[in-house]
């Protein structure tokens, strides 16, 4: 079994590793870790949870030079709790090097203070998010020159966020011998121009996920036709005992609704969301993480590369607009091969969004909330998949015919058959969407 001996790391960074208790390369550690320490450029492609940061803190931590006080690495992270995560994984594999300085830069925090003491010492490695990692620079107070290398973690999120300006003019700063990483879990066309104009020829690394959730996670769907969402998210997370569930909202809005109607019945609920102060977020996040909450409810922000170990129920109370993040809030629980259970809430007129889902190969397992308790239900689909000798008339239709019957009024046959045209219209429209969904979906793979 291949460990990290494999690399030659220097011996603190091993101390790091037995520390954390991390003994196996993943995959992408495996093919990010020799060509970083070779020097070469690199876009990382894997799924959340695959082990990216440390695929590339890990060789870049390697190479730092403490006897020089200038800076040497820059990392940028699309969030607050991102770039604190990354610094908190970078000092924990440090720690058995003091000489090692690593500082953290982020939004919400004292920047005079921070300028004041870069006017005395520069970091090795500089950690933070895109603002106020250009904030530091344009006051000449982080000279970031000095670095070799630059990396952007979570790069799509970055897009998405409308942070790419800012990592561009921190990009720019930098010598034409810039060694790039950037890693992401998703590589978007609207990527591409920036990843151009900075890397000539990167090394491209891609792992492709063996399934796209983990094959850890019972992943459920219930439908909430007839019933208060709120009710039953509360009747779901108090039905067991959930070692850390989080329930992930669309909006701050409905995180806010939920949070306060579980408050309301008695649980103790943490709330994390944009609209929360920076500082608030981060001790929200620590309590979190110190086990203080068996109840969280958050925002998509959670969704994205926010370790948060031992959640063993994640339930979305609503389908996210992006589709990717739905793979992003399953994640975080059936981690490090733990089981896991994942609950999405749909109400009629989703069909489309869960066939969506389904179309990029995620399969759930259909139930329905009855006395006080998760039980198998049928499949949504169960008419389609049925094979009817002749054309089967929809409940509509059959409805119909026998309302006009009844009313006996001229002209009532038409109706019905114009209904009927109708229906098979729009049916023929559907399947033949289905068949070049297929057909794409058929080339893509060839």
């Known amino acids: 079994m291949p460990d990290f001996t494999q690399f030659h790391l220097k011996p603190f960074l091993m101390q790091g590793l037995d520390d954390m208790q991390i003994k196996t390369p993943t995959p992408i550690q495996e093919q990010v870790i020799p060509a970083v320490l070779k020097g070469q450029s690199v876009i990382g492609q894997s799924q959340t949870g695959s082990g990216k940061t440390h695929a590339f803190l890990l060789p870049l931590l390697n190479g730092i030079d403490t006897t020089k006080d200038a800076v040497q690495v820059v990392i940028t992270a699309p969030s607050r709790e991102l770039a604190t995560q990354l610094y908190t994984v970078a000092t924990q594999l440090a720690a058995a090097n003091p000489d090692l300085r690593i500082h953290n830069y982020v939004g919400g925090t004292d920047k005079s203070r921070q300028i004041e003491k870069l006017g005395n010492q520069q970091p090795h490695v500089a950690i933070g998010t895109p603002g106020r990692l250009l904030d530091l620079i344009k006051a000449q107070a982080l000279n970031a020159r000095t670095a070799h290398t630059f990396v952007v973690d979570e790069a799509d999120m970055t897009l998405d966020m409308g942070f790419l300006a800012s990592v561009d003019q921190i990009a720019g700063v930098f010598g034409e011998d810039l060694q790039m990483l950037v890693f992401s879990a998703t590589i978007p066309a609207k990527l591409q121009p920036f990843l151009k104009k900075y890397m000539a020829q990167p090394l ?26 709120n009710e039953l998210i509360y009747k779901i997370l108090t039905m067991g005992e959930p070692f850390l569930a989080l329930v992930f909202a669309n909006t701050k809005t409905t995180a806010d609704a939920i949070h306060r109607y579980l408050t309301n019945q008695g649980l103790k609920v943490a709330k994390i969301h944009g609209g929360i102060p920076p500082r608030e977020r981060k001790r929200v996040m620590k309590e979190v993480a110190d086990l203080k909450f068996q109840y969280v409810v958050a925002t998509d922000l959670a969704a994205r590369g926010i370790d948060i170990d031992g959640v063993s129920l994640v339930i979305n109370a609503e389908i996210p607009n992006d589709l990717e993040f739905f793979i992003h809030r399953v994640g975080r629980t059936g981690r490090k091969g733990l089981p896991g259970t994942a609950i999405t809430l749909y109400a009629p007129g989703q069909e489309a969004q869960i066939a969506e889902l389904e179309h990029l190969g995620i399969h759930f397992t259909p139930k329905a909330f009855k006395n006080g308790a998760l039980v198998d239900s049928y499949d949504r689909n169960r008419r389609q998949a049925r094979k009817p000798k002749t054309e089967e008339r929809s409940l509509a239709i059959r409805g119909l015919a026998k309302k006009e019957a009844k009313k006996k009024m001229p002209g009532y046959k038409k109706k019905i058959q114009k209904a009927v045209a109708e229906e098979r219209r729009r049916n023929n429209k559907i399947k033949k969407r289905e068949e070049m969904r297929a057909t794409r979906k058929k080339n893509k793979q060839n």
Request: proline residues 4%.
């Open 204 to 229: 491209e690394i891609v792992i492709k996920p063996k399934t796209v959730i983990a094959d850890t996670v019972d992943n459920q769907l219930v439908s909430v036709k007839g019933q208060d969402k």
